[in-house]
């Protein structure tokens, strides 16, 4: 059971000032009923609430894919510079969103964010094997030496060891990259291993979930249902 306020501030991204405002105004009904109680209890699961005529919909964790910019940090704050929360408009950062994983300050693509720890550990972790893919343009030409080296499982500069990766040649300076695992500076430190300077590096896909082709830096947009099927399983839902 939870406050209808409550759940305008979740399902409307209203304060908690404007939900009070709007149920006393009449503006709410809930299972067709009007009603003007802001601390009425509801189902959230069951009751059928609506603002202004709009069905609310309840959805107990949220999921946002953002195309990451260059020059953004991954964090929720930053004193001095902008994070990729500041992207979001105030009703959505009020939902309690973290980055999932996170892409360096100078790296665009393909981010995740929600407000569920468990989908994010799940992303993360590299026992789950969720493959993460990015684009790298780098100084110099990559041969067969660095793909070979990749497959085998990377040893970095100061020792530590990488799991198996993919590293395609599209043309002598631009790679098609696949890691199952998210170590710090991974795929530039990886590229600086085999003697390559990364120019530009862009992440592409998560699992089975790409960015949207006709997407813009700074763009975002909520996962669906079939999206979350598609990151975990690569595929889409049966209808
Ligand atoms: N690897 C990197 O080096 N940087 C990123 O942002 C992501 C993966």
């Known amino acids: 059971m939870m406050r209808l306020d409550r759940y305008l501030c979740e399902t409307a991204g209203l304060t908690r000032s404007q939900a009070g405002k709007a149920v006393r105004a009449g503006r709410v009904?809930?299972?067709?009923?009007?009603?003007?109680?802001?601390?009425q209890k509801l189902d959230e699961q069951a009751d059928r609430v609506t603002l202004d005529g709009s069905v609310c919909v309840y959805r107990r964790h949220r999921y946002y894919l953002l195309d990451k910019p260059t020059g953004v940090l991954t964090a929720t704050?930053?004193?001095?510079?902008?994070?990729?929360?500041?992207?979001f408009?105030?009703?959505?950062?009020?939902?309690?969103?973290?980055?999932?994983?996170?892409?360096?300050?100078?790296?665009?693509?393909?981010?995740l964010l929600t407000d569920d720890g468990d989908f994010a550990h799940r992303v993360i972790s590299p026992k789950s094997g969720i493959k993460k893919v990015?684009?790298?343009q780098?100084?110099?030409?990559l041969t067969q030496d660095d793909v070979c080296a990749f497959a085998n499982g990377l040893v970095l500069r100061d020792g530590l060891r990488c799991?198996?990766?993919?590293?395609?040649?599209?043309?002598?300076?631009l790679a098609r990259i696949t890691?199952?695992?998210?170590?710090?500076?991974?795929v530039r430190r990886m590229l600086?291993?085999?003697?390559?300077?990364?120019?530009t590096l862009r992440r592409i896909s998560i699992g089975g979930l790409c960015l949207d082709s006709d997407t813009k830096a700074g763009h975002f947009r909520e996962l669906t249902e079939n999206d979350l099927c598609i990151l975990f399983n690569g595929s889409l839902l049966e209808k």
């Open 77 to 87: 704050e930053d004193r001095t510079q902008p994070t990729v929360l500041d992207l």
């Open 29 to 39: 009904t809930v299972n067709a009923i009007a009603v003007r109680k802001p601390d």
């Open 192 to 199: 600086a291993a085999c003697g390559k300077t990364v120019l």
């Open 89 to 111: 408009p105030a009703e959505i950062r009020r939902q309690g969103l973290f980055p999932v994983g996170r892409l360096d300050k100078d790296t665009s693509g393909l981010l």
């Open 134 to 136: 990015y684009l790298a």
């Open 179 to 186: 890691v199952q695992e998210g170590k710090y500076h991974q």
């Open 163 to 173: 799991l198996p990766a993919e590293l395609e040649i599209i043309n002598p300076s």
């Open 138 to 141: 780098v100084e110099g030409k």
